[in-house]
């Protein structure tokens, strides 16, 4: 017992220093992309419906992996609703995987609870996105109207940074 405040004490004492340092915000990594495509996906929305990758041609297309049990992944819900209200009707789709393992029994009171105002689905093992490995939580893809994934980041992002993304891919046209 002794021995577990001797190390107790201080660990939780260097925990809290460093909750209290770091900085606030979304804090995010973009990383590279090269020159891929996503292959087609399907996935079971919330209803249990079929969300396909064919359903979002010629769109802008932004996919967020997530978790209820993400603290950052929770901050930027806030961000990517208020984009999607702002960009849905310009091109812009949306779509939160919700990597849960409960599923929806626990992803769809969560969203209904902090007001998801875009789709969401269920991870259920369709393919990994082409990033390599597991996936960190939150990571987010872009994807061109072509389908092309031109941005990737890890981290929670802020609706900056999203419009920042966003705003040149909602400009251009779909290319033939």
Same mark, same amino acid.
């Given at each position: 017992m002794k021995r577990a405040l001797e190390w107790g004490i201080p660990l939780t004492i260097a925990v809290l220093f460093g909750w209290l340092i770091l900085p606030r915000?979304?804090?995010?990594?973009?990383?590279?992309?090269? &020159?891929?495509? $996503?292959?087609p996906w399907v996935y079971t929305n919330?209803?249990?419906? !079929?969300?396909?990758?064919?359903? @979002?041609?010629?769109?802008?297309?932004?996919?967020?992996?997530?978790?209820?049990?993400?603290?950052?992944?929770?901050?930027?819900?806030?961000a990517?609703?208020?984009?999607?209200?702002?960009?849905? &009707?310009?091109? $812009?789709?949306?779509?939160?995987?919700a990597t849960d393992p409960?599923? !929806?029994?626990?992803?769809?009171? @969560?969203?209904k609870r902090y007001e998801i105002k875009y789709p969401v689905v269920l991870y259920d093992a369709p393919p990994l996105p082409p990033i390599g490995g597991g996936i960190p939580l939150?990571?987010?893809?872009?994807?061109?109207?072509?389908?092309?994934?031109?941005?990737?980041?890890?981290g929670a992002l802020s609706e900056e940074e999203l419009e920042k993304a966003?705003?040149?891919?909602?400009?251009?046209e779909a290319k033939p």
């Open positions: 915000g979304p804090q995010f990594a973009r990383l590279p992309v090269g &020159s891929t495509t $996503l292959g919330l209803q249990g419906q !079929a969300i396909r990758s064919s359903d @979002f041609t010629n769109q802008v297309v932004l996919i967020n992996y997530w978790a209820t049990f993400c603290p950052p992944c929770k901050a930027e819900i806030p990517f609703n208020a984009i999607y209200e702002k960009y849905h &009707s310009r091109g $812009l789709e949306i779509i939160g995987i409960e599923g !929806a029994e626990l992803v769809a009171p @969560f969203s939150p990571t987010t893809l872009i994807t061109d109207r072509n389908g092309k994934v031109v941005a990737r980041y890890v966003l705003a040149p891919l909602l400009a251009a």
